[in-house]
C-alpha cells in the first residue's frame, strides 16, 4: 500500500523539542521531494520546511526558520523534523508529504500525505 506514516508527536512545554519522522511504504522514495506542514486549530495547513529528493536542499518557513531542521534517510525511506525551542504557536497537527517539484510551498503540489501526528505545546 503506498502510504506515509507519521511519528513522533506529543505534549510537551514551551522551549522543549520533538522529533517527528516520517515513513514511506511502496514508493520510490528517493526520488522526490519532501515536505512537512501543520494544521493549527480553525487554521488553514501551511508549509514549515521540504527538502529535496537527495537531500541536498532545504528550505523552512519563516516561522520556523533556526528552530526545526528537516532531514531524511533514503535508504530507510524516512524524513524526519527535529523541532527545538517549541512554543504554543507550534501547536498543530503535521502532515508529511511527498511533492515532484522541489521548494513549493503549495499543498496542491504534493501527491501524497500521511495521516497527521499532534503537537501540543504547552506554556
Known amino acids: 500500500q503506498v502510504r506515509l506514516v507519521e511519528i513522533g508527536g506529543g505534549s510537551v512545554q514551551t522551549g522543549d523539542s520533538l522529533r517527528l519522522s516520517c515513513t514511506a511504504s511502496e514508493i520510490a522514495f528517493g526520488l522526490y521531494p519532501m515536505g512537512w506542514f501543520r494544521q493549527a486549530p480553525g487554521k488553514e495547513r501551511v508549509f514549515v520546511a521540504s527538502?529535496?529528493?537527495?537531500?541536498?536542499?532545504?528550505i523552512y518557513a519563516d516561522s520556523v526558520k533556526e528552530r526545526f531542521t528537516i532531514s531524511r534517510d533514503n535508504a530507510k525511506k524516512s524524513v524526519h523534523l527535529q523541532m527545538r525551542n517549541l512554543n504554543p504557536e507550534d501547536t498543530a497537527v503535521y502532515y508529511c508529504?511527498?511533492?515532484?517539484?522541489?521548494?513549493?510551498?503549495?499543498?496542491?503540489?504534493?501527491?501524497?500525505w500521511g495521516q497527521g501526528t499532534q503537537v501540543n505545546v504547552s506554556s
Open positions: 508529504a511527498a511533492s515532484r517539484q522541489f521548494g513549493t510551498q503549495n499543498g496542491r503540489d504534493y501527491w501524497l
Open positions: 527538502i529535496r529528493a537527495n537531500g541536498a536542499g532545504t
